[in-house]
């Protein structure tokens, strides 16, 4: 395993150094964007800056419709003909509703996935080494600058198969390469039946995506602007289940993806946090999201440090915050430090099995502060060392040297 799988930004002039090997974002910005919009793209970006509005990024109370069936979805343009493929429905043994389930009559659902603001490109699925990233125009600082993102979809996803949708933030010394590569995500996608977005940070950001104090609110509206292209584009050339729609992120991508829960609440069905966190001095604080969703919130113990960075304290500090405002927690305390997750898995599962299993476990239409775990426990594919509510989680007492700050 290469050095610096985790490693996270500091607020000072020591920085941890890239992997051996990775290479940076090839798309340009600046903090000091003062706008974050969406722009037309047929074919290459216009280097010239637009006069669409912009978007304002604050949380809002998302509109919501209370229906007996599931939403209609755009119609899919690509996929293979035949019946879906049999969904792997985890370790839940088909107890509960899940996302490839219809949701119950009378649930609330998410609201519609709002349309691009532009003409979205054809997307390439799927990844093999030397292939281009998907690409999106977004206006910052005065220009356009380029953004670029990988999409997984099952290889033989079938016109009609609603599928739910994860973005997956990558670590400081990462990129999505690395992170659809460790996740073994086609693989998962595969297995689990859902869409994987992996976004690949810009330049300009010091610690590759605005989550601390000194990035600015413009730097982070953008990224929320991101979040929403990307979204659209995928809704428009798949059949996506809006009622799935998650967000994880390891380190540096896990502290984004606390921020992204809070602005973006009013989509998000769940979010997962994989030694992230709020607060703490250096990270911004949480913000309330518009709705209250189901959170894994995942960190190595009283060592997972990273330079001046106590993991500890900033995911304790987001639990704190997701336990006042009702959300449901599930704690996650590996003792491993700052490395990854030591996911145990059954034979034949992809290594992050039981985070997709959380994911496609929790539907929008949940009601606020609820889970399927609260009811059914905790499902036997979820490690040991993962318990329901702020300080239940029993870490393991073995051993465990791992540190790849």
């Known amino acids: 395993m290469r050095r610096g799988l985790?490693?996270?930004?500091?607020?000072?002039?020591?920085?941890?150094?890239?992997?051996?090997?990775?290479?940076?974002?090839?798309?340009?910005g600046t903090s000091d964007a003062t706008t974050s919009t969406s722009t037309a793209a047929t074919g290459a970006p216009t280097t010239t800056p637009t006069t669409q509005a912009t978007d304002d990024g604050t949380a809002s109370e998302?509109?919501?419709?209370?229906?007996?069936?599931?939403?209609?979805?755009?119609?899919?343009?690509?996929?293979?003909?035949?019946?879906?493929?049999?969904?792997?429905?985890?370790?839940?043994?088909?107890?509960?509703?899940?996302?490839?389930?219809?949701?119950?009559d009378g649930a609330t659902l998410a609201p519609d996935i709002a349309a691009y603001g532009g003409t979205c490109p054809a997307l390439e699925v799927g990844y093999m080494e030397g292939q281009a990233y998907n690409v999106l125009p977004q206006q910052l600082g005065g220009g356009t600058v380029e953004r670029?993102?990988?999409?997984?979809?099952?290889?033989?996803?079938?016109?009609?198969?609603?599928?739910?949708?994860?973005?997956?933030?990558?670590?400081?010394?990462?990129?999505?390469?690395d992170f659809y590569d460790r996740g073994d995500v086609q693989n998962a996608v595969n297995e689990k039946r859902f869409i994987a977005v992996i976004p690949e940070a810009r330049e300009g950001l010091l610690f590759k995506w605005p989550f601390t104090v000194i990035d600015s609110d413009a730097d982070l509206q953008a990224?929320?602007?991101?979040?929403?292209?990307?979204?659209?584009?995928?809704?428009?050339?798949?059949?996506?289940?809006?009622?799935?729609?998650?967000?994880?992120?390891?380190?540096?991508?896990?502290?984004?993806?606390s921020q992204l829960a809070g602005g973006r609440g009013d989509v998000l069905s769940s979010f997962m946090s994989l030694s992230g966190g709020t607060g703490g001095?250096?990270?911004?604080?949480?913000?309330?999201?518009?709705?209250?969703?189901?959170?894994?919130?995942?960190?190595?113990?009283?060592?997972?440090?990273?330079?001046?960075?106590d993991f500890e304290q900033t995911s304790k500090d987001l639990e704190q915050n997701l336990e006042a405002g009702g959300h449901f927690v599930l704690e996650c305390i590996h003792n491993c430090n700052h490395s990854t997750p030591p996911f145990p898995v059954q034979p034949g599962e992809t290594a992050f099995a039981p985070l997709w299993d959380f994911f496609l476990?929790?539907?929008?239409?949940?009601?606020?502060?609820?889970?399927?775990?609260?009811?059914?426990?905790?499902p036997a594919g979820m490690p040991d060392w993962c318990a329901i509510g702020v300080g239940n989680a029993v870490a393991p007492v073995e051993p465990c040297d791992k540190n790849e700050c």
């Open 361 to 378: 476990d929790h539907p929008y239409w949940l009601a606020p502060g609820e889970s399927p775990y609260q009811e059914f426990g905790v």
């Open 6 to 28: 985790l490693c996270l930004p500091v607020l000072a002039t020591l920085a941890c150094g890239d992997l051996v090997g990775d290479t940076e974002a090839t798309s340009a």
């Open 62 to 104: 998302g509109e919501t419709t209370t229906t007996s069936g599931p939403p209609t979805t755009s119609e899919p343009q690509t996929g293979t003909t035949g019946e879906p493929p049999k969904v792997d429905m985890g370790s839940s043994g088909g107890e509960f509703l899940r996302c490839h389930d219809a949701p119950p």
């Open 281 to 309: 001095g250096t990270i911004k604080p949480w913000t309330a999201p518009a709705r209250k969703m189901p959170a894994m919130v995942l960190w190595g113990g009283p060592d997972d440090f990273c330079i001046v960075i």
């Open 148 to 177: 670029q993102f990988l999409v997984i979809a099952p290889e033989d996803a079938a016109p009609d198969e609603r599928l739910p949708v994860i973005f997956l933030w990558h670590w400081l010394g990462g990129d999505a390469q």
């Open 223 to 257: 990224e929320f602007q991101f979040f929403d292209d990307m979204l659209s584009c995928v809704a428009e050339q798949f059949s996506v289940n809006q009622d799935c729609v998650a967000s994880t992120g390891v380190s540096a991508g896990a502290l984004f993806t």
